[in-house]
């Protein structure tokens, strides 16, 4: 079969072996495959991410000197069955699956080591337990979505935002595009998106984010709006808290500090926006954690693979909630699907392109330039581009 090889940088096509399925695992003929942004990283910089994984007990991840079919985002029909597989469902019929795979006792990330090859190629492996159908008329361009659609549901139910509150994108490459997505799903009435690139801001006009800011132009805590209890600066906190304080000892009968109790659980008083950070660069942390309201999360989504500071006094100042997020659950990867086939979300815009097994390094280097592009899919049964 045809596959594309990364190995020390360099992406060639290639000739492999047709892999066979073994013990609960099957045979997938790929239909589509995304290339996400982890992809362009692990191509040139595989070290500091292998020593990262190999920290917190997974050894085997990607690389430089490996030779690995990367690609886990996908989606492909049935072709055949290892032993001991349920057979659930007939050839032909198409599926996606959490990228994870095991070999006897040992788990591996599917497009991510050297011993679980991806879907940038004609064929490859999955777990049957870890497979689902795709429902039907779904099309396979936005099946191959499910993967990335996941990581920003799970960000957004991290990130625990209400439709009353404020959300804040903070860069619109795919994952912050695909959050937009999610967070309009969610019934998020106000979403403020910000980037320096023009064509990413049309791209989350796209994706439904209510304010596009061009930080180079504006600042996205400016677009935040009134009435939704932001507070911006110290004096105005304590202010808040005197100022409630002497209205309940004015109401006769009522013990003001049951009230204040029952009214933060309705929601009252001081409240911070929910912030999601997608960059991935030295410095943007802080940068939020200064600027950000008062009492807002932040969601960080971007991976940033140095060395990082913030300032922890100024985060403990306006009581600012750090969350960090990585992946997803098996449930809310089905979830992500089944929101796809239903019309819950259309991650239409985030396709800019696709292209043959033999355009996949081209594509890669359009995607590092940050350009009009957001995701680009390869279809390996096509020669060339149809439509970069």
Not at 14 to 34: K, M
Not at 281 to 297: M, N, W, Y
Not at 328 to 351: C, K, N, Q, S, W
Request: aromatic content about 6%; overall charge negative.
């Amino acid at each position: 079969m045809k596959a594309v090889i990364v190995h020390d940088g360099d992406l060639k096509v290639t000739d492999l072996p047709l892999p066979e399925p073994g013990p609960g695992q099957v045979r997938l003929r790929v239909t589509r495959a995304g290339i996400c942004g982890s992809d362009l990283h692990v191509r040139h910089a595989a070290e500091a991410s292998a020593d990262v994984a190999a920290e917190v007990g997974y050894p085997d991840f990607m690389r430089r000197s490996h030779s690995v079919v990367m690609g886990h985002e996908f989606t492909g029909v049935v072709d055949a069955y290892g032993p001991g597989c349920r057979r659930r469902w007939k050839p032909g019929q198409a599926v996606v699956s959490l990228p994870l795979i095991k070999h006897g006792d040992d788990i591996h990330m599917i497009g991510l080591s050297e011993h679980a090859g991806g879907a940038y190629a004609e064929f490859m492996l999955v777990a049957e337990a870890a497979t689902m159908p795709v429902p039907a008329g779904l099309d396979p361009d936005l099946a191959a979505l499910t993967e990335p659609l996941a990581v920003a549901h799970h960000a957004v139910r991290r990130g625990a935002v209400a439709k009353g509150d404020v959300a804040v994108v903070i860069g619109c490459g795919p994952i912050g595009l695909a959050i937009i997505l999610m967070l309009k799903a969610a019934g998020v009435r106000r979403v403020v998106a910000s980037d320096f690139t023009e064509a990413r801001r049309e791209l989350a006009r796209a994706c439904g984010a209510d304010v596009v800011v061009d930080p180079a132009a504006g600042s996205p805590w400016d677009a935040l709006g009134e009435g939704h209890g932001h507070v911006r600066t110290a004096t105005a906190l304590y202010s808040a808290g005197i100022d409630a304080l002497n209205a309940l000892q004015k109401v006769p009968g009522l013990p003001w500090w049951s009230v204040m109790r029952a009214g933060e659980r309705f929601g009252a008083g001081p409240r911070g926006a929910v912030v999601f950070e997608c960059v991935g660069l030295p410095g943007v942390i802080e940068d939020i954690v200064t600027h950000a309201p008062f009492r807002s999360r932040v969601v960080v989504v971007g991976v940033c693979m140095e060395p990082d500071t913030f300032r922890p006094t100024m985060a403990s100042n306006k009581e600012v909630d750090l969350r960090f997020s990585f992946c997803y659950d098996p449930a809310e990867f089905r979830e992500t699907l089944h929101m796809v086939a239903r019309g819950r979300i259309d991650p239409r815009p985030l396709l800019t392109g696709v292209v043959g097994l033999a355009g996949v390094a081209d594509a890669f280097d359009r995607l590092g330039e940050a350009g009009r592009h957001a995701k680009i899919l390869v279809n390996p049964g096509i020669d060339g581009d149809a439509g970069l």
